[in-house]
């Protein structure tokens, strides 16, 4: 018996006995107990009461293709070829770089849980199960890396629109594209590209965003999930579709609007503007007062020695203390 099919039983929030989870799924209580520990180690808030039996507090918001469909505008169903929905893997991400490397466009992966969710600079990315959202989508690009300028700062721009759409308004961007809200970390996205550096290139647009974080998560950052900012906010699939609906159009155009039709409202949520920063660029450290971006994406700091602009790789921004 699989872990899914119990978790899907449990999913409606209400108590199941025992013997009724063993009837309904087929085997013992002893394999059911067996796998009610495993929900446990998921981190799901299981909770167990004699005479009544096993209850998932608050349910799950499973994923759900019908509830994800419902949601996407015509224009990003036509532009989506596959959409793959999994229970447990390593990596959105990874699974979407094996379809890139074979020159797919369009294909869009989620799942439940990443095992080894990853984040920007080498970071694991928390991604418990039926909690969180990690999507991945795959697309072509002709013009090779100079038609990418700024497409993560786009991206950024694109999950604070679904963001509003779903519930979630005030949200931010720290450069290139970490998505705040109250300097908490709300959203994250990570580009990786397969290809031709100067000819047709495949990028993966990954992005996790925290919708309903468990406690006890290993989280080295102030973060924070659309249920606390707002407990009416849609729900995952819808919150799915709307990320779909902004980042597939954002991709089919990208290549002719390029980073300038973004600039202008990256600028209105950018939340570091005006600030004192420190820069990171390995181990050297520029200071520096946060002047927005130019026209390609890279981030402007106000020096001693004059304007500096910083472009992506392994560049990193604090506040200065
Ligand atoms: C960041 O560090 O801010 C970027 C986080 C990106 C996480 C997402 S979750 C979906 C996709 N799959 C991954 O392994 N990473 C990205």
């Not at 450290?285 to 500096?308: C, M, N, P, R, S």
Request: charge should be negative; include cysteine.
């Amino acid at each position: 018996m699989s872990l899914e099919v119990l978790l899907e039983v449990l999913s409606d929030g209400e108590f199941h006995s025992g013997d009724e989870l063993g009837q309904v799924l087929g085997v013992s209580r002893t394999a059911i107990w067996k796998q009610l520990k495993k929900i446990e180690d998921l981190s799901l808030p299981l909770l167990s009461i004699k005479g009544k039996g096993y209850c998932i507090e608050g349910g799950l918001d499973l994923l759900s293709r019908p509830a994800i469909e419902s949601v996407l505008s015509a224009d990003a169903k036509c532009l989506i070829t596959d959409l793959d929905i999994h229970k447990v893997v390593d990596s959105t991400n990874v699974l979407a770089m094996q379809r890139a490397s074979i020159g797919e466009s369009g294909y869009v992966c989620t799942a439940e849980q990443q095992l080894s969710g990853r984040g920007r600079r080498g970071k694991a990315w928390a991604s418990p199960y039926a909690c969180n959202l990690y999507l991945s989508v795959v697309w072509e690009f002709s013009g090779g890396a100079a038609a990418l300028e700024g497409l993560s700062l786009a991206v950024g721009v694109a999950v604070v629109d679904a963001l509003k759409k779903a519930g979630v308004d005030g949200a931010s961007l720290k450069w290139p594209n970490d998505v705040l809200y109250n300097s908490r970390k709300l959203a994250g996205v990570l580009l990786e590209m397969t290809g031709d550096a100067s000819g047709p290139c495949q990028v993966v647009v990954g992005v996790g965003l925290n919708v309903a974080m468990p406690k006890g998560q290993a989280i080295d950052q102030p973060w924070v999930d659309v249920k606390t900012i707002n407990s009416n906010a849609a729900n995952r699939n819808q919150v799915l579709g709307f990320l779909l609906n902004e980042l597939m159009p954002l991709l089919a155009n990208f290549e002719k609007s390029g980073f300038s039709v973004y600039r202008d409202r990256w600028l209105h949520l950018d939340a570091f503007y005006n600030k004192d920063v420190a820069i990171m660029l390995g181990d050297t450290v520029v200071l520096g007062v946060a002047t927005g971006v130019d026209e390609t994406g890279a981030l402007l700091l106000k020096t001693e020695t004059g304007l500096q602009a910083f472009s992506g790789g392994e560049v990193s921004l604090r506040i200065a203390e």
